[in-house]
């Protein structure tokens, strides 16, 4: 085979999460020449094994848990609520098709050339693709995004390789419902997928080495956390570290064994112990882009690589592992590629955990701020306290900020509970315009509203009106 000419173009986009195809198709639009190779996934993990997917499944997940509770509301329902196993991957699978049948339209009317196949750099600024139809080309970008993402981490444990366990991602193919669902770490993806096989139907066994579940929480809030799963029927062993897996055959029981010598046996093994970057085989050092110590693309707080000319961003460059987060990085870099200024640095960077109900978080936990030297309050309220969810008979959680009691400002808040992510961005955008908790507790906030509960969590520190530091 003759060896493939060299294409010039004006930017080369070498992955298509978030950031990569949104800035592959403004960038096309705007006229550049554009070429974006995904290996894949069209449209990148997001939408196709990862937040999209599963938050289509959380929403059956917690229809089940209406239906169980409709009487609760004044509602009759004749016979028991069951999982459909092939109804539930139906909806999961016609939400990621219409997602991925409408980034294939984008991206062609985007005007760029998007390939599908695997890149490896070659030279500066230059990879080789082998294309998935067995062609090859040979592209070089004027500017050039890594854009390559995380894949599940497996840890080194005897016997795991051989026992056909589940990851984040296998277990989205729905191949059966387990009676009893095994799962390996406590972190976001852990807790997700247990209270969501719990109110499947699924016996979940979940094993955590370290002493709480959420290690990045408060532990007060993980303490929450942990209750909300055991009432799902969720059986929790916290700090209990793995020693081996065993599995005999294929669809046999799967046997985990404990560094105590005790022994867990279920039908499955999801394995959520975080996630890995995408950068083994890409032919970085032909690149002259450096890793950072745990491999991910060192970048500074432009997303520069130290590679002229060569960015990276969403979870490869070692950016909050969020889509949103993703997002941002996609804007910073338009603004750079288009002659503007833009950083990273000091963003306030949100997110939620979508348990049932869910954890939304921004900002410093309380344990933060006191690291970090700040003179803390904190409010906290039961959200049984605020009236819409007396209304809806969804009072579990807590909410719960953390302000400096120098300057007034919130320094973070966590809201556990009914629509914490949806509330958690009032936080943010006080946080953002510098406000004090008292413009917040002051603000004349819709009733009955889950929002209305910001309004009682900074009442919970009195009346005093805000005072500026200087006349304190």
């Known amino acids: 085979m003759p060896a493939a000419e060299l294409e010039e173009v004006d930017l ?106 695997t890149a490896r750099f070659v030279a500066p600024r230059t990879v080789q693709i082998a294309t998935n139809e067995d062609g090859t080309r040979l592209i070089r970008g004027k500017d050039v995004v890594i854009n390559t993402g995380t894949t599940p981490a497996v840890p080194d444990l005897p016997g ?155 979870d490869v460059a070692g950016s909050p592992q969020f889509t949103h987060a993703s997002w941002n990085d996609f804007r910073i870099l338009r603004s750079l590629l288009s002659g503007r200024e833009a950083s990273t640095a000091g963003r306030l960077v949100p997110y939620t955990i979508f348990i049932t109900p869910e954890l939304a978080r921004v900002g410093l936990t309380e344990t933060q701020a006191r690291a970090a030297g700040h003179t803390v309050r904190v409010a906290k309220i039961p959200v049984s306290a605020i009236p819409r969810a007396k209304t809806l008979h969804d009072s579990t959680g807590i909410w719960k900020a953390v302000v400096d009691a120098d300057t007034d400002q919130i320094l973070g808040a966590a809201l556990l509970g009914h629509n914490g992510g949806e509330v958690i961005a009032a936080v943010q955008l006080a946080m953002l315009g510098g406000l004090p908790y008292q413009s917040v507790r002051d603000a004349l906030l819709t009733h009955p509203t889950m929002s209305e509960g910001l309004n009682l969590l900074f009442d919970t520190f009195g009346d005093q009106p805000h005072q500026p530091a200087n006349h304190r």
């Open 160 to 314: 795991l390789a051989e026992a056909d366990v589940w990851t984040s991602e296998t277990i989205l193919r729905l191949d059966r419902l387990p009676q009893t669902l095994l799962i390996l770490g406590g972190g976001y993806v852990g807790c997700e997928f247990a209270s969501m096989f719990a109110l499947f139907g699924s016996r979940v066994v979940l094993v955590q080495g370290g002493p709480q579940l959420l290690p990045r929480e408060d532990p007060d809030v993980a303490g929450e956390v942990a209750q909300i799963l055991t009432d799902q029927g969720v059986e929790l062993h916290l700090g209990s570290r793995a020693a081996s897996v065993r599995r005999e055959q294929a669809h046999e029981k799967v046997t985990l064994t404990l560094e105590d010598g005790s022994a867990l046996t279920g039908d499955e093994l999801l394995v959520a112990t975080g996630r890995s970057p995408v950068t083994a085989d890409l032919g970085l050092d032909a690149a002259e882009v450096k890793l950072t110590d745990r491999g991910y693309v060192a970048v500074d707080d432009h997303l520069r690589t130290g590679a002229e000319h060569v960015w990276a961003a969403g």
């Open 12 to 117: 080369l986009v070498v992955g298509g999460g978030k950031a990569g195809k949104s800035l592959a198709m403004d960038r096309a639009k705007a006229g550049w020449s554009v070429v974006m190779v995904e290996r894949d996934k069209i449209g990148g993990t997001c939408i196709n094994v990862a937040c999209i997917p599963t938050k289509s499944l959380v929403g059956s997940a917690r229809t089940m848990l209406t239906i169980q509770h409709a009487e609760v509301m004044g509602i009759e329902v004749d016979g028991d609520s069951v999982v459909s196993l092939a109804a539930l991957r139906r909806h999961k699978e016609s939400v990621v098709g219409g997602m991925v049948d409408a980034h294939r339209k984008m991206f062609t009317d985007s005007g760029m050339d998007f390939i599908m196949g």
